[in-house]
């Protein structure tokens, strides 16, 4: 089975764990029995491989998230960077001229798309495989998974297929309706459109040539920021004649919400949380290093991060976006290719930043214009390097970077370093790049120790 | 007036804003007029001065809060320091000591007794001077104030005088109550006890002198550590014959719990807080420097500090004491002489604390045994003494001490020290105090700058 996953970015719904800059597939919140936690991206690629251990997967996803993917599935899954986001029709068009250019995957084949993030059972794997069975098949353009409700949701779009059958061609798409319209598509046999969906990758890529004058991945990638942004349902889906689909009743949970995700917690608590006995129904997600006490709660959820401090009504939880925009806070903590950073502390005219770096890898070899750094080694070693001059550093040594000189460190053993950042404007964007490769190697110097 | 302010030091009851080295009594949570806010002690001793600008005001309390004591209320204040805790008795014994033998105070003067954090109104204060009249003019040994009961607490042990008028002898005292026997002292025309009296200073020295063998203050102040805990009202009130109560009916309240504390709060939100529209009647107190997003919340309090985070039902909150007993997290924040410092981040073989240290003050001359510590200059300047060397030092500018390095800094302007603690065992108990003065002088180096 080839199976494209797009991974879309919203920051807000799970706000505080998840920002501009992790989205929340990344978030590990669901407990395994080892006692480790796995991601919702890190949960479906497992239930893909456990499912289809052939399956060939491909990522469809912003350049952003590249090492959030790589830091949880490894090296082995193929990842499709768009590099700016398009919505679903360019992401998907995108992902075909991939396929086919890149992995070599001929036009008969099938191909099923689905989001990263569904919380469902192994079932809803196997029904992607016959999903994908179908589309090989033929007898229909696409072929799509249809949800069959168990509330009349106004969340969701709805397909409305021709016949009550397991397997159906498709009537009509509808928008997400009110509950009494909701209530009318049950009666008449409509299905939550979930966005799951195989096709023969021919027909995919005729239809992204019609569409969008292009050659190949490679050209398509580099003419990507001009796409006009536009959805796949609207660009093909609601054009399309043929289209056939198949009922889906197992397990499906859009966990797009604190509300939906407590409901997937094994656990009432993740971190350092404690309860009264007068809590009931609360969840508690910690991830800084402080208690949270909760004191007669109910029918809560408290999430809190270097970014804030979420203390919400589990139903109101769903209805928080507008005011998550308000917040303009800087973003307090990313996970980079190397490793990750942390801002624990902020002021005027500085910023105090962790950072934590894997064994073996490196940050870019930068400068800053606008402020001075230093860094304090807490604990690892490695060896820094600034202006060229390579020193090796462990816990307790200093290494001072007046603005404007180039910088990087390597870890030999996991560092974590303190980084102090001083001067007037501080900003992420005051970052200039070098390459590393050509970096002038006087030796390893010992650093000044005491 | 001469009053005696009993600051005691509770730090579950507030928590996370109190803790055990940071009694609720300086927790600034009172806003004034210009936007600034005030803490318990701060409001009180304002009250006094306002309604009677000569009294002379001593502050009986451990060693532990003389910093705090001295940055809110400045070096006019008197304090009477207990060397270590002893409860209400010898604490009440060694002030009178203390004014007799340090501020001359006669033994026929009154002398007023209040703890240092109720919440009331001006007329509390006038009621103070009242008893303070009445115990000149003698009639009784002790001169209590009763609070008129609002409602039948289970909370406050209660006087139960001989008439109904506003002044009465004491029939008797009453421990807590349950409500039942509570009803039943205010039809009796039962008062609270609050903890207030008035007494001429010479009573209660020759009770101290009657029930612990000392000559002076100090020789008392010798013994001190050696003196058994016992109550005033255990070892004095309950046993004397001639005891006098007016009756109070202004306002009074004991701001000891989150509960009552949001009741005199004036705005529902200190610090960084969002609200949606569907909160009700919540109360945000954040000394974080990240934003608190409450969602449809109702009667609760939720509180934020570096040493943890309260999300409370208003009523249960009086309740959280033994949950926050059971937290062992080392304290985040304290009130230095010299400014303040603040932990900001913790991890296995190291600790990062944030040092404000005010103009023209310094910390201790000291060292540490098994830790080394690096401080980078966030803002301001000042000197770095590091084992009898002198450098000057600014933003951006790193000073390393190896174990065992005697260390201090002198700030010129206000200076904001990262202080990167590196070594195994880190606590606060592994310091060693120097004297500063004798301190080699060679003369102010140039830190070694970019």
Redo the contacts between chains.
């Keep these: 089975m080839n199976i494209v996953l797009l991974s879309g970015g919203s920051g807000k719904r799970l706000?505080?764990l998840s920002n501009d800059v992790r989205s929340k597939q990344f978030i590990k919140l669901f407990r395994l029995s080892d006692g480790s936690y796995e991601s919702m991206v890190q949960r479906v690629y497992r239930q893909i491989r456990e499912t289809d251990p052939d399956a060939s997967v491909t990522i469809a996803t912003a350049k952003s998230q590249v090492s959030a993917i790589r830091n949880q599935l490894g090296e082995h899954v193929s990842v499709c960077i768009e590099p700016v986001r398009r919505d679903t029709f360019p992401a998907i068009a995108l992902a075909s001229a991939f396929l086919h250019d890149r992995l070599h995957v001929g036009g008969e084949e099938p191909v099923v798309v689905c989001p990263v993030d569904p919380y469902v059972d192994d079932a809803y794997f196997e029904k992607l495989k016959e999903l994908s069975d179908y589309a090989a098949k033929g007898g229909a353009c696409l072929t799509l998974m249809g949800i069959e409700p168990t509330y009349p949701s106004e969340k969701y779009g709805y397909i409305i297929p021709e016949t009550k059958d397991e397997v159906s061609m498709v009537r009509e798409f509808r928008e997400k309706p009110d509950l009494e319209t909701a209530e009318n598509y049950i009666k008449r046999g409509g299905l939550w459109n979930a966005g799951v969906f195989a096709f023969k990758l021919s027909y995919l890529l005729e239809k992204a040539h019609s569409l969008i004058d292009f050659r190949d991945y490679e050209d398509l990638f580099a003419k990507y920021a001009a796409l006009t942004k536009i959805s796949f349902d609207y660009a093909v889906a609601e054009k399309e004649k043929s289209i056939r689909v198949l009922r889906y009743a197992g397990e499906w949970k859009d966990v797009g919400t604190w509300n939906t995700m407590s409901e997937v917690m094994t656990e009432r608590a993740k971190g350092n949380a404690?309860f009264?006995d007068?809590c009931e129904n609360v969840n508690v997600v910690?991830e800084?290093?402080?208690?949270?006490?909760?004191?007669?709660?109910?029918n809560?959820v408290?999430a809190?991060s270097?970014?804030?401090?979420?203390?919400?009504?589990k139903?109101?939880?769903a209805?928080?976006k507008p005011?998550?925009e308000?917040?303009s806070?800087p973003v307090?903590f990313a996970e980079k290719s190397w490793g990750s950073y942390t801002v624990?502390?902020?002021?005027?005219?500085?910023l105090?930043v962790?950072v934590d770096l894997r064994p073996g890898n490196r940050m870019t070899y930068h400068s800053h214009e606008y402020r001075?750094e230093?860094w304090?080694v807490?604990?690892g070693t490695g060896t820094a390097v600034v202006d060229g001059v390579k020193t090796q550093i462990g816990?307790?040594d200093?290494v001072?970077m007046?603005?404007g000189a180039k910088h990087t460190v390597i870890a030999e053993s996991e560092m974590?370093i303190?980084e102090?950042q001083?001067g007037e404007n501080i900003s992420v964007k005051d970052k200039t790049k070098y390459p590393y490769e050509g970096v002038v190697d006087p030796g390893i110097a010992k650093a000044d120790r005491?």
């Excluded at 800084?288 to 109910?298: E, R």
């Excluded at 624990?344 to 005219?349: P, R, T």
Aim: aromatic fraction near 6%; hydrophobic fraction near 45%; proline fraction near 6%.
């Design positions: 706000w505080p404690i009264d007068a910690n800084l290093d402080m208690p949270i006490l909760v004191c007669g709660a109910k809560m408290i809190a270097g970014d804030g401090i979420l203390v919400a009504d139903h109101q939880s209805y928080m005011y998550v308000k917040i806070e307090h624990i502390d902020a002021g005027c005219g500085y105090n962790k001075r230093v304090t807490l604990s816990p307790g200093v001072k007046p603005a974590i303190l102090c001083i005491e």
